[in-house]
C-alpha cells in the first residue's frame, strides 16, 4: 500500500465519527457585521499592522512599481506593483494581476502568496478587489480572488482533501455560460474531506452545491440545520469592493469548522457544520491572490487588482472612513439614486438588512409611543392580508448596502419574503426600519390615519405628513 493511499484512509478514518450531517445541535455564533472590527478603530487602517491580533498587512507603499518580494512570500505570472490613480483603491500602489490572454491548451495565471508557520486555527482576511472593466471570465478551468489554504506549499489542484493533507476556502466566482455577466456568482471553492470531486466544490450563499449530487432530496445538509440561505450575487466590474474571507477550522472529531465572507461589511455568505481537518495539526498556513484561467472563451486580457490586504484572528471589516448613506425621498418612500431591479452584472439580487430611516426622527411622546406599537400590529395584519390575497408589489429594500426595487413573494408574522433570483428570502419584520416599513405599508394601500400615528410614534414627522396627503 502507498504512503499516499495510507495516509489519505487514516485521515478519512479519523472523521468518521463527525461525518453525520446533522450538524451541531446548538447554532453558531453570530458573526460581527458593518464598522465593528478592528479597522473601525484605525482611520483608514493606519496603524491597523500594529495591533496584536493582526497577522499580516500589505506594505506596498514601501515598494517600487513592479516589486513585489519582500511584500508577498512568492509571486508568479503577470503580477506587480500599479501606481495608476484609477487602479489603487488607497494610498498609491496597489497589486495588478493580469493574464494577456487565456490559453486552452495551457493554464496561465498571475498569483502573490503569504505563508505562516507554524499556522492559524482561525483567520480573517479582508481585502479590496477590482475586475477590469473589460475582463470576462469563465468556469472551466479558471479561479479569482482571494484564498485561506492549509497544507504544503506546492500546488495541491486535483488532490482531493482527506482531513490530514490540506484545504483550502478560496472567494471565488463562477460563470458557465456568456448569457451570465462576467465575473459571475460569488462562491466559495472548497477543498474538504467530503467534496464531491478531487478538483473542489463550489458554495454558493443561496445553498447551492457544485458539482450537484443528483440525490433528489438535496445535499444532505452539509451545512447543518442552522444554514441560512443568502442571495447569490454578482460583483461589479471595474468598482473596488471590500471582501473579507473567514476560515474557521473545525476541532478533530466535530462538525464545528465555518467558512463565511462578507461583501462591503454586510455578511453575505455563511457556512457552518464544517470538517476541514483531522489532525489540530494541520492549520491555516497560507494566503493566496490569484487570477488563473485555461478557459477558451476568455478570448481578451484579464485583469484584476487587490489593495488594502489584512489578515487577522478576529474580524476587521471595512476602511474605517466610509461614504455617506443615501437619503431617502419621503415623497415616495425610494432612497434617492435608487435603482430600479439590480441588472445582470451588477450584482445579482442583494441582501440583507434594510434601510434605515433617512429622515431625522422627532421626539415622540410616550402616548404616541404606544399608539404607534398599537397601529403596527394593524399595518402588519394588513399587508399579511394582501399579500394572501396574491398581491405582489415592488417595494424598495436595501440589501447588501444597495436600495433595490424587488418583489414581494410571500409574507407571514415572522417576515416579508422578497424574491431574490426565484428564491424566497425573508427580511424579518422585527429588523426592519421604520421607514422601511412604512414605506412597504404604503404600497399595501394602509389606511391613512392608521399609518399616519405610525409613523407619528416613529419620529418619522415626514412621512406621517405625507401619509395623510396621498
Given amino acids: 500500500m502507498s504512503s499516499t493511499l495510507l495516509s489519505c484512509l487514516l485521515g478519512l478514518s479519523c472523521l468518521l465519527a463527525a461525518s453525520t450531517w446533522g450538524g451541531e445541535s446548538s447554532a453558531p455564533p453570530p458573526l460581527p457585521e458593518g464598522a465593528t472590527g478592528l479597522a473601525a478603530k484605525y482611520l483608514k487602517d493606519q496603524g491597523l499592522e500594529k495591533d496584536s491580533a493582526v497577522v499580516f498587512a500589505n506594505g506596498l507603499e514601501t515598494v517600487e512599481t513592479g516589486g513585489l518580494r519582500g511584500v508577498f512570500d512568492n509571486a508568479y505570472g503577470d503580477a506587480t506593483v500599479t501606481r495608476e490613480a484609477a487602479r489603487v483603491h488607497s494610498g498609491s500602489r496597489a497589486v495588478q494581476l493580469r493574464i494577456a490572454r487565456a490559453n486552452p491548451e495551457k493554464a496561465d495565471g498571475a498569483a502573490v502568496h503569504v505563508h ?5 486555527d482561525k483567520l480573517f482576511l479582508r ?6 472593466e473589460e475582463t470576462e471570465l469563465f468556469h472551466g478551468g479558471a479561479h479569482n480572488g482571494a484564498s485561506i489554504d492549509a497544507g504544503p506549499l506546492g500546488a495541491s489542484s486535483g488532490i482531493a482533501a482527506n482531513g490530514s493533507n490540506h484545504f483550502q476556502a478560496q472567494l471565488d466566482t463562477y460563470r458557465h455560460a456568456e448569457s451570465m455577466a462576467s465575473p459571475g456568482e460569488l462562491c466559495l471553492y472548497a477543498y474538504h474531506p467530503e467534496q464531491r470531486h478531487r478538483f473542489g466544490e463550489q458554495w454558493f450563499p443561496s445553498g447551492r452545491r457544485q458539482p450537484k449530487s443528483g440525490n433528489p432530496e438535496g445535499d444532505g445538509g452539509l451545512f447543518g440545520p442552522f444554514f441560512q ?12 469592493i471590500c471582501f473579507e474571507l473567514m476560515l474557521q477550522t473545525n476541532t478533530p472529531g466535530k462538525r464545528d469548522g465555518r467558512a463565511a465572507f462578507w461583501v462591503d461589511g454586510k455578511l453575505a455568505g455563511d457556512f457552518p457544520n464544517l470538517i476541514f481537518r483531522a489532525t489540530d495539526k494541520l492549520k491555516i498556513n497560507r494566503l493566496r491572490f490569484q487570477l488563473y ?23 476587521i471589516g471595512p476602511l474605517s472612513e466610509a461614504p455617506a448613506r443615501p437619503m431617502a425621498d419621503a415623497r415616495s418612500g425610494a432612497p434617492e439614486n435608487a435603482s430600479a431591479p439590480a441588472q445582470t452584472g451588477q450584482a445579482a439580487q442583494p441582501a440583507g438588512p434594510a434601510p434605515t430611516a433617512a429622515v431625522q426622527p422627532a421626539q415622540p411622546n410616550p402616548e404616541q409611543q404606544a399608539r404607534a406599537l398599537e397601529r403596527y400590529a394593524e399595518l402588519k395584519a394588513g399587508v399579511i392580508a394582501e399579500i394572501a390575497k396574491g398581491r405582489r408589489e415592488l417595494v424598495f429594500v436595501e440589501l447588501l448596502g444597495k436600495p433595490s426595487k424587488i418583489r414581494v413573494a410571500g409574507a407571514d408574522a415572522k417576515s416579508l419574503d422578497v424574491d431574490v433570483q426565484g428564491n424566497r428570502f425573508p427580511l424579518p419584520w422585527d429588523q426592519m426600519p421604520p421607514s422601511q416599513f412604512a414605506g412597504i405599508a404604503r404600497c399595501y394601500g394602509a389606511d391613512k390615519v392608521a399609518l399616519y400615528e405610525y409613523c407619528l410614534g416613529m419620529g418619522l414627522r415626514r412621512e406621517a405628513e405625507l401619509a395623510l396627503l396621498r
Avoid at 229 to 240: A, E, S
Avoid at 295 to 315: E, F, G, H, Q
Fill in 293 to 315: 484561467s485555461m478557459n477558451r472563451l476568455a478570448n481578451k486580457p484579464c485583469l484584476m487588482w487587490y489593495d488594502d490586504i489584512v489578515a487577522a484572528t478576529s474580524y
Fill in 116 to 120: 505562516f508557520d507554524p499556522g492559524y
Fill in 127 to 132: 481585502y479590496y478587489q477590482m475586475f477590469g
Fill in 229 to 240: 440561505k443568502r442571495p447569490d450575487l454578482i460583483p461589479q466590474r471595474g468598482k473596488w
